[in-house]
Structures are given as structure tokens and as C-alpha cells.
């Protein structure tokens, strides 16, 4: 097997590839992307860091390619979607570096409260300003963590170890893992007043994006201060800048920006503000670490095993792709759907499969709904190979029933998700070549899902409902391509409304169909 290294990698990492028999390494430094297209051809892997880009070109002149490894976090440089369609697996490295950031978060933190940055600047000015530096200590503040997923876990342990109290907010950590962790879970706004240092781990997503904006800052302290080493565009550098100035925020630390290198400093040279070039991987450590992790992921795909840290759909095995490929689309819309809905932290899952597909091995299945539950919300890139192991690392608790006996339809999927706030049903099946929710709650509805929202509904069943939901969505000028009620009493009793929309449906829409005394509950899923 031929292995292609594009870009420099540590020793550590080459050690492991030549340690192989059956692997011959030939490395390529500096290729221009032409150049990239043609040495590919005759390769059974290729790994790169985040130098060399990974394109279509590449993809399809590496007719031998069974994987391409990323030494690093982040695949923008690599075409997931033409890597899939040539079955090419795309793993990565994204717990090597899981202490360096965490540690860089712990340092930035230190820098803030005693003024390192600003007082080595004087010093290196030949000035004695010590009167302009007083600090204050961390032992007995209160940090907030947003997202304690593998580096956010790792700073709450080391801020315990420094007599901090730890406040965490995350939907997806079940309280058993929060309370062995000794991080006390909040409520979003209650952690944002109550901090004196708020860290951010989390994913830079459509819901994430300016997470912590004008808002969010309002009600934080004025002796609050913000660090930033997960991604660029979870705080709002405009909002900081003005909270800042104004003296509503007494400093920010960020290693990460929107658009890297930076080309507006703004951020940088403010005088509240310790910028690094972004750091949190930076060290001898992290960077052996990534390297070994990626070509250990490289070698298992080699060797014909599933490898934990693959970021692409992996390819389902021809025995059983006719029956069980169309439900894990199935299986992944009922695990949104279910996380979604739900009130509270998650502690067990259970996964019902009914009729035919629940007569063979359902690994695949599981994977789907978990990747389901788990993808809105986590750091990880979720895929059929990793669910498994995130939802095991996050304490979740799975367990699988299976009918052959069809009940409401020939085969289905029902996910039965255990929270802190109560329990949410979600089912669904696979009708006219699309995925439908079939179940919401106790309710039995038809709903095909090819809408990018989803407004559920809970109400009582009263004259004029759907009408009601119709005209808040056409005062918001939001499209309706489906609208689907279920209801278990006779009329009068309760009701579930599962609409569709072309368009997401704002704060204050929601706000008034909650203002109507017949409906109990709204929700908004993005598919």
C-alpha cells in the first residue's frame, strides 16, 4: 500500500508509516495543486495538514485512493462531498490537540487577570508601571463553560484544581457526566450573570454564530471577561468592542477569528483585549499527537477497519444496502427531531425498530439516530463510524428493542428519548422516496420531511388552530409546504401540529403563536 504525504508532518508520525510492511511512504512537500493532481494517481492514501487543498481534481485523479488524512481539526481544505461520492474515507485528528487548547484557554484566562501581556509590553519599554497593573486572582470566581465536550471538560478540570466554581451550560451532557466532572449545569442567561470568566468551546454553526453578541454581553458583569479559543464568529467582535468601550465588559482573550490572517486588527490592538495568532494547537506535543492520531486513523482504514475519527458517511456493506439505506436517513431525522424537542439534559435513548428491519443487525441504525442526536449540538463532525463512541463518552445510555411484527407501517423507527425535563417519542418511516415523521409524542401524524424547518406545534384541538398558525406565518411572510395534525381524544382534547417551512420562523413569530391560549407548546427544528 502506497502512502502520499503532502504537506510536512512530525517524525512521530512518519515512524508509525514506515514501522509498516506493507506501506511504502513517498513524501511530496510544496506541490502546486497541478502538481498535487498528478503525483496522486497510484496512491492508496494521501495526508496533508492544511497547506495542500484536497479538491475534486485530486479526488478523481486518485483512482487508487481509499483514504485521505487530515493532520489537524478543521477539512475545509479537503471535497467532502466528491471524497464520499468516489467512497473515499476523510478521517482527521481531533483529540490530539484537546490539552494544548485547553492549556492555552487556562493561560489566557491567567493573562487577563493579571495584565501579563500589557505589563511585559511596558517592561519592554524600559517602564516600572507597577501601579498600572493590579489584578485579581481566580480562586473562588466563577467560570462559565459553553460546550463541555473533550477541551471544555478539560479546562472545567483544570479550573477546579485552580478553587474555581465551574458553571457549565451544555444540551447534550447528561448529569451523571456533568456531576463527575464536579461542573454545576445552568441555564444559559442564569450562567452568563453569574460569571466572572466565560469560556466558549463549542461549534461554529448557523445556531452558534454571534452566540455571545450585544445580548448575551448585557447581562453579563462588567468585571466579566470572555476567552475565545474554539472558533472565530461565536462572539460578536463588533458587540465586544463596544461592551468594551463602554466599560459594560473588563476584558476578552481570542485566539480565533472569522477570516484568518487577520486583515482588520481592530481586535488585536484594542487595549482590553490579549489576541494570540491562533494558538491552541500550537505546541511540540499537540502537534506529535495529531500527526500519530491521523496516520493511526489512515492505517485502520488501510487495514480494512472502521476508523473512529472518519469525517465522511462510510459506505454500507451490499447485503443489506437496499433495505437499511433508506431508513438511516430515517433513523438521523427522528434523532434531530427528538433532540430538538427536548426539555432538559439527556440521559438514555431508547431505539425501537418495528417490521422487517428490525430482523438483522442494526448497528447501523443506531449509528444513524445517534449521529441524529448528537449533530445540532456537539464539537465533533458526527458521522455512522464515531456515534457510537461520542454518545458512549458523553454518558448516554442506549438500548435497542426490535418487532418483526409491523405495527402503524411495514417498517419503522421510534426513538424514546429519556431527559431531566421528561421524555420525547419521535417515529418515523420511509414512504414515496422521502423520510416521514410518523410519531410525535402520543400523537400519530404522516409527515413527509423534505422542509428545512419544522414548527411543531402541542395544542388543544379547537376550531381555527391550523388557521391560526396559517396567518402568524403569513404576517412573518414565511412559506407553509405542509401541515400535518394528530390527535389521540376526541375533539376537544390535545393535539399536535407538525408544519413545514421554506423559511425559519423568528423569536418574535414564535412568541406570538405562544401567546394563543389554546396552544402549550412551540418549537422550531431545523432540519
Given at each position: 500500500m502506497k502512502v502520499l504525504v503532502a504537506d510536512p508532518l512530525h517524525q512521530e508520525g512518519l515512524v508509525l508509516l514506515e514501522a509498516e510492511p506493507d506501506v511504502t511512504v513517498e513524501i511530496r512537500l510544496k506541490m502546486t495543486p497541478e502538481e498535487l493532481v498528478e503525483a496522486v494517481a497510484g496512491f492508496d492514501a494521501l495526508i496533508v495538514r492544511s497547506e495542500s487543498r484536497v479538491t475534486a481534481a485530486v479526488i478523481e485523479a486518485g483512482t487508487n485512493l481509499r483514504v485521505v488524512g487530515r493532520a489537524g481539526v478543521g477539512v475545509d481544505n479537503i471535497d467532502l462531498e466528491a471524497a464520499t461520492r468516489k467512497g473515499i474515507a476523510v478521517?482527521?485528528?481531533?483529540?490530539?490537540?484537546?490539552?494544548?487548547?485547553?492549556?492555552?484557554?487556562?493561560?489566557?484566562?491567567?493573562?487577563?487577570?493579571?495584565?501579563?501581556?500589557?505589563?511585559?509590553?511596558?517592561?519592554?519599554?524600559?517602564?516600572?508601571?507597577?501601579?498600572?497593573?493590579?489584578?485579581?486572582?481566580?480562586?473562588?470566581?466563577?467560570?462559565?463553560?459553553?460546550?463541555?465536550?473533550?477541551?471544555?471538560?478539560?479546562?472545567?478540570?483544570?479550573?477546579?484544581?485552580?478553587?474555581?466554581?465551574?458553571?457549565?451550560?451544555?444540551?447534550?451532557?447528561?448529569?451523571?457526566?456533568?456531576?463527575r466532572l464536579g461542573v454545576e449545569?445552568?441555564?444559559?442567561?442564569?450562567?452568563?450573570?453569574?460569571?466572572?470568566?466565560?469560556?466558549?468551546?463549542?461549534?461554529?454553526?448557523?445556531?452558534?454564530?454571534?452566540?455571545?453578541?450585544?445580548?448575551?454581553?448585557?447581562?453579563?458583569?462588567?468585571?466579566?471577561?470572555?476567552?475565545?479559543?474554539?472558533?472565530?464568529?461565536?462572539?460578536?467582535?463588533?458587540?465586544?468592542?463596544?461592551?468594551?468601550?463602554?466599560?459594560?465588559?473588563?476584558?476578552?482573550?481570542?485566539?480565533?477569528?472569522?477570516?484568518?490572517?487577520?486583515?482588520?486588527?481592530?481586535?488585536?490592538?484594542?487595549?482590553?483585549?490579549?489576541?494570540?495568532?491562533?494558538?491552541?494547537?500550537?505546541?511540540?506535543?499537540?502537534?506529535?499527537?495529531?500527526?500519530?492520531?491521523v496516520v493511526e486513523q489512515v492505517l485502520t482504514v488501510l487495514q480494512g477497519q472502521p476508523a473512529r475519527f472518519t469525517v465522511n458517511v462510510p459506505f454500507v456493506a451490499p447485503e443489506v444496502q437496499d433495505l437499511i439505506e433508506p431508513f438511516l436517513d430515517v433513523a438521523v431525522t427522528v434523532g434531530k427531531v427528538a433532540i430538538q424537542l427536548a426539555n432538559g439534559q439527556p440521559s438514555s435513548v431508547t431505539i425501537e425498530y418495528q417490521g422487517e428491519i428490525a430482523g438483522g443487525e442494526s448497528g447501523t441504525l443506531k449509528a444513524a439516530v445517534l449521529m441524529g442526536l448528537l449533530q445540532p449540538g456537539t464539537e465533533d463532525r458526527v458521522n455512522l463510524v464515531n456515534a457510537a463512541f461520542l454518545a458512549e463518552e458523553r454518558g448516554l445510555k442506549v438500548t435497542e428493542t426490535k418487532d418483526t411484527v409491523p405495527q402503524q407501517f411495514t417498517n419503522e423507527v421510534t426513538v424514546h428519548l429519556a431527559t431531566t425535563g421528561g421524555e420525547v417519542i419521535v417515529g418515523g418511516t420511509y414512504l414515496r422516496g422521502r423520510p416521514h415523521v410518523t410519531r410525535i409524542g402520543e400523537h400519530l401524524v404522516d409527515a413527509a420531511v423534505d422542509s428545512p424547518y419544522l414548527l411543531i406545534v402541542e395544542n388543544l384541538d379547537r376550531p381555527g388552530m391550523i388557521g391560526s398558525v396559517g396567518q402568524v406565518a403569513a404576517k412573518h411572510d414565511i412559506n407553509i409546504s405542509f401541515m400535518e395534525v394528530g390527535r389521540v381524544e376526541a375533539r376537544g382534547g390535545n393535539a399536535t401540529m407538525v408544519v413545514g417551512l421554506d423559511d425559519p420562523m423568528d423569536e418574535g413569530a414564535l412568541a406570538e403563536l405562544e401567546e394563543n391560549p389554546h396552544i402549550t407548546s412551540v418549537r422550531l427544528v431545523r432540519m
Open positions: 478521517v482527521y485528528a481531533p483529540t490530539g490537540n484537546t490539552i494544548a487548547a485547553a492549556e492555552h484557554t487556562i493561560a489566557l484566562m491567567m493573562s487577563m487577570s493579571r495584565h501579563i501581556a500589557e505589563a511585559n509590553a511596558s517592561m519592554r519599554q524600559e517602564q516600572w508601571n507597577r501601579s498600572q497593573f493590579m489584578g485579581v486572582e481566580v480562586k473562588g470566581k466563577t467560570l462559565g463553560v459553553i460546550g463541555l465536550g473533550r477541551v471544555g471538560s478539560e479546562v472545567a478540570k483544570r479550573a477546579l484544581g485552580l478553587e474555581m466554581h465551574v458553571l457549565g451550560y451544555d444540551p447534550y451532557l447528561v448529569p451523571e457526566r456533568a456531576a449545569i445552568a441555564e444559559f442567561d442564569a450562567m452568563l450573570a453569574a460569571c466572572d470568566f466565560l469560556t466558549l468551546h463549542t461549534p461554529l454553526t448557523d445556531t452558534t454564530k454571534s452566540l455571545i453578541g450585544a445580548r448575551e454581553m448585557a447581562l453579563m458583569k462588567p468585571t466579566a471577561r470572555i476567552i475565545n479559543v474554539a472558533r472565530g464568529g461565536l462572539v460578536d467582535e463588533d458587540a465586544l468592542i463596544q461592551a468594551l468601550d463602554a466599560d459594560k465588559l473588563a476584558g476578552a482573550a481570542i485566539d480565533v477569528f472569522p477570516k484568518e490572517p487577520l486583515e482588520d486588527y481592530r481586535i488585536a490592538l484594542h487595549p482590553k483585549i490579549v489576541a494570540t495568532p491562533h494558538l491552541g494547537a500550537s505546541t511540540v506535543e499537540a502537534q506529535a499527537a495529531v500527526t500519530r492520531e
